[in-house]
Each structure stands twice: as C-alpha cells, then as structure tokens.
C-alpha cells in the first residue's frame, strides 16, 4: 500500500462519508479522523473550534503518512485535498441524503448519544442540507477563510484534483477500493 496512503473521503451531509471511513479503517488500519467530531465543541451547542486550533488539526492529519479523514469541507480542509493521495467523492441524491440524516438523528435518538439532540435541530439541518444541496454558490474553493458550504463548492472542489478522484455512489464497493489502494 505504498502508492495510496492518505485518503480523504467527500460529500454532501448524510452521503456515507463516516460509514466509508470506518470500513476502510476497518479494511486497512489506517488511522481515521470523521472530521465532524474534531472540529466541533463538544456542548451540543453547534459551535465550531477556534480557527487557530482548526488549522492545527488538520495540518496534524496532513503531515502524518498514512491517514483516512472525512469531510464536507473544502476552504479550510484545503490542505487534506492537497495531501491526498486519493480523494473519493461520494455523489448521492438530496432525497436519499436527507433520508440518511433523518434516520441517523434517530437512531442517536434512540440511543441517546446524539450529538446534536433534539428534533428541531435535526429539521433546521435538514433544511440546511436542502439548501446547501440546491444552491449554486461556490465561493473561493482555495481560501481557507471561505466557510460557504455547498454542494456546488464541493463539486467544484471535486473537479480541480479530479486527477485523484474516485467518484462513487450510494453504496460504494469496498473490495474495489481496496484494490485500487493495493495496486498502487
């Protein structure tokens, strides 16, 4: 596996992006950073870290050799784009994202670990993913003050390293990933 050992795993909310992760962490041993967990306060409150302490992170996950991180992040996770061997790009409907984050929030519900509980937080996300999804606002795709989140950004993002990218859909197949990272 000397040829693909950074893989940074993109896509809208509610694409896979975290279950990817974890099967090819699973698949490989490489260590895994969901994005999502590390850049956000742990209060629920919905509030980002410092920006200062943002760029650490991911300048901390971009120098390590081997890594598998996750994100629907582009202006300020510049550096994992740059860095990454491998970029897959999971492309899913907006119905069946808005199902998976609908049945997410639930399962956390349930559970009662969700990170973000409450109901009109899971509807207000829901829209915010709607939104985001429809919107063809781009922005800066290399500056990393530019926190615009879009599917159009990301799509854009997606097609200036489309060198390195693997364009996958609802249900990736992983024997196939892991054959592209072996033969490498």
């Keep these: 596996m000397a040829g693909i050992c950074r893989i940074y795993i993109a896509g809208d909310a509610g ?3 975290t279950t990817l992760l974890k099967r090819l962490t699973d698949s490989t041993g490489y260590p895994s950073f969901e994005l999502d ?3 956000w306060t742990e209060n629920s409150t919905g509030e980002r870290i410092h920006e200062a302490e943002r760029i650490t992170i991911i300048r901390d996950i ?4 081997r890594w598998i991180a996750d994100g629907a992040y582009v202006g300020w996770a510049q550096e994992l784009w740059h860095e990454a061997d491998l970029i897959i790009y999971l492309d899913i409907s907006l119905k069946l994202m808005l199902w998976r984050v609908f049945w997410r929030h639930t399962k956390a519900e349930f559970k009662r670990n969700n990170r973000h509980p409450g109901w009109f937080k899971l509807f207000k996300f ?3 993913v709607a939104r985001s999804a429809r919107s063809t606002e781009v922005g800066n795709i290399d500056d990393d003050e ?3 989140l879009t599917h159009a950004k990301i799509l854009a993002k997606v097609q200036q390293q489309h060198h390195k990218v693997l364009k996958v859909g609802a249900n990736p197949d992983i024997e196939q990933i892991l054959a592209l990272i072996n033969s490498k």
């Design 62 to 65: 971009a120098i390590q050799p």
């Design 15 to 17: 694409a896979g992006k």
């Design 146 to 148: 530019d926190d615009v």
């Design 37 to 39: 967990a590390l850049l």
């Design 126 to 128: 829901m829209r915010f």
